[in-house]
């Protein structure tokens, strides 16, 4: 069983809008979004210590992207604003069963999901 299922990625144009949707197959206590360019190194974007919301945004993408969660649906999503060509990437949704609420785009996230595809023409 899939614990892990990424939806919502596409191609868009610079300035538009994405959301991508992670849905958990149980409950898990941090759940982030990771990205990969091509000859880049993985990037945490976004990130939610879920019991209480508290959420940790990358610099690189602060003021445009957001991270949210719907508990009912067990799902954590990542919405993406103003999106430019440099946010080009495979986006992963990753989790942690049990964390600290401090940074948690910090933690060594253990679960990983398969990606979803985000492309930004200019």
């Known amino acids: 069983q899939e614990l892990l299922a990424e939806s919502g990625g596409g191609s868009v144009q610079a300035g538009g809008s994405l959301r991508l949707s992670c849905t958990a197959s149980?409950?898990?206590?941090?759940m982030a979004w990771f990205r990969q360019a091509p000859g880049k190194e993985r990037e945490g974007v976004a990130a939610?210590?879920?019991?209480?919301?508290?959420?940790d945004i990358a610099d690189t993408v602060q003021g445009r992207f957001t991270i949210s969660q719907d508990d009912a649906k067990n799902t954590v999503y990542l919405q993406m604003n103003n999106l430019k060509p440099e946010d080009t990437a495979m986006y992963f949704c990753?989790?942690?069963?049990?964390?600290?609420?401090?940074?948690?785009?910090?933690?060594?996230?253990?679960?990983w999901g398969q990606g979803t595809q985000v492309t930004v023409s200019s």
């Open positions: 990753a989790a942690l069963r049990y964390c600290y609420d401090d940074h948690p785009l910090r933690h060594e996230y253990n679960i």
């Open positions: 149980e409950y898990f206590y941090c």
């Open positions: 939610m210590y879920r019991g209480y919301g508290k959420i």
